[in-house]
């Protein structure tokens, strides 16, 4: 899906779709949500940080997406500061497979804006034992990897607009990032106006911070030139099956 063609961000960061286009009301993440995992306890309010629009597609397409058990779905995160840290999502890690050691994957793609993904991968006592930071820009494609927990920042000045495609009957594990007020690192705006991050200190021990850009990335499917996640499914949904 295409800003622009299928839909259009409002100034609010809201999205209106075109009228073949199924989109449920975005469940929205407000401030008040975060609070377990800021970089700073501050007051807590209804400001609005992301809207999550879960199940978009095309009418025509409805078919496909139930008969396979995968989703599409479309956030918005807006731009700009709490404190000092910047906007991101709450963040979560998926559940096992069944009769797996693995969790489920997930696959993401900016659709407008950038990105911070921020992917953390924990031992069993909740400790962090690997984090990475991948820089995305328009078009690029995140793989989150089984075992692996995640985080959203928008960095920018505009509001953020990513999809992604993920199994659809699972719920998300949001107590590990809650349980340590976040993940091992925090992304703010520095003294110099610059992007730093800080180390989490309710983890015990300490783990460096890795930094890779999107397309560095393995990629598990092969994407065509220009052609993004909804248009790759809807063409061979079958591929998508190590999402499963």
């Known amino acids: 899906m295409e800003l622009g063609n299928a839909f259009e961000v409002h100034s609010d960061g809201q999205l209106s779709f075109s009228d073949n286009i199924y989109a449920p009301t975005p469940a929205v ?29 095309y009418r025509e397409d409805r078919s496909l997406f139930l008969d396979n058990d995968i989703r599409y779905d479309i956030t918005v995160i807006l731009p700009g ?27 993401y793609e900016v659709l407008c804006g950038e990105a911070l993904y921020i992917l953390q991968k924990n031992n069993r006592a909740g400790e962090v034992e690997e984090i990475i930071t991948v820089e995305a820009k328009e078009g690029d494609k995140v793989f989150i990897p089984p075992n692996y927990g995640h985080i959203t920042v928008n960095p920018g000045e505009n509001p953020l607009v990513m999809a992604n495609l993920i199994e659809s009957n699972f719920s998300s594990i949001y107590q590990p990032f809650t349980d340590k007020r976040g993940a091992a690192y925090y992304c703010i705006k520095g003294e110099n ?22 397309p560095s990335l393995d990629q598990p499917i092969k994407f065509e030139p220009g052609q993004g996640l909804y248009g790759t499914f809807v063409q061979n949904p079958k591929i998508f099956d190590i999402l499963k």
């Not at 910047?86 to 489920?104: A, D, M, N, R, W």
């Not at 106006?193 to 999107?214: D, H, P, Q, T, W």
Request: charged share 25%.
């Open 29 to 57: 993440r407000h401030l008040k949500d975060a609070g377990e995992v800021l970089y700073k306890p501050i007051p807590l309010s209804d400001r609005p940080l992301y809207y999550m629009y879960r199940g978009v597609h």
């Open 81 to 107: 500061l709490i404190s000092h840290e910047y906007i991101k999502t709450v963040g979560h890690f998926h559940p096992l497979k069944p009769q797996s050691s693995e969790t489920y994957p997930e696959y």
């Open 193 to 214: 106006g610059k992007r730093e991050f800080v180390k989490n200190e309710n983890y015990r021990n300490s783990i460096g911070l890795k930094f890779m850009a999107a």
